[in-house]
């Protein structure tokens, strides 16, 4: 069973932060990474929530600007192997779900490669659904 969902710091979130990265293929970078979340969670463009040591969740809050509203989306969802299918993913998803709607939002979002079948199956499970007759687009800088 996860362990208590609560905000995540700088200090605590680095370590596991690090780790996803590198399970993307990224170099660690401890300071740097420490650095970063610093800059992003005190300046409120990033919020993130920890289970214990065994996985974390980022979000990001957007104005809904047709419904004057928020939307809340979930940047980073990482489960350390060891812990993975014991309900870790699905709990800190329940509490972002729970603080958004808590906060009046209109929606959360998210998103994940079309092959990550079990990651899907989760997020079905708890209600998402996917949106058709979108394309993300990018330009890289």
Do not use: C, K
Request: proline share 4%.
């Amino acid at each position: 069973m996860p362990s208590d969902i609560s905000a995540a710091t700088a200090a605590t979130l680095a370590p596991l932060f690090d780790e996803y990265r590198a399970h993307y293929g990224e170099t660690p970078f401890p300071a740097r990474t420490t650095a970063w979340l610093e800059t992003h969670l005190a300046a409120g463009r990033l919020t993130a929530y920890t289970a214990g040591t065994e996985g974390f969740i980022t979000v990001t809050v957007q104005p809904a600007s047709l419904r004057l509203s928020t939307a809340w989306v979930i940047r980073d969802l990482y489960v350390r192997p060891g812990h993975r299918r014991r309900g870790t993913a699905r709990s800190l998803l329940t509490h972002v779900i729970t603080e958004a709607r808590a906060a009046g939002a209109l929606r959360v979002s998210l998103q994940t490669e079309t092959d990550n079948a079990g990651a899907l199956a989760l997020y079905e499970s708890l209600g998402f659904y996917r949106v058709t007759g979108l394309e993300l687009l990018n330009l890289s800088l």
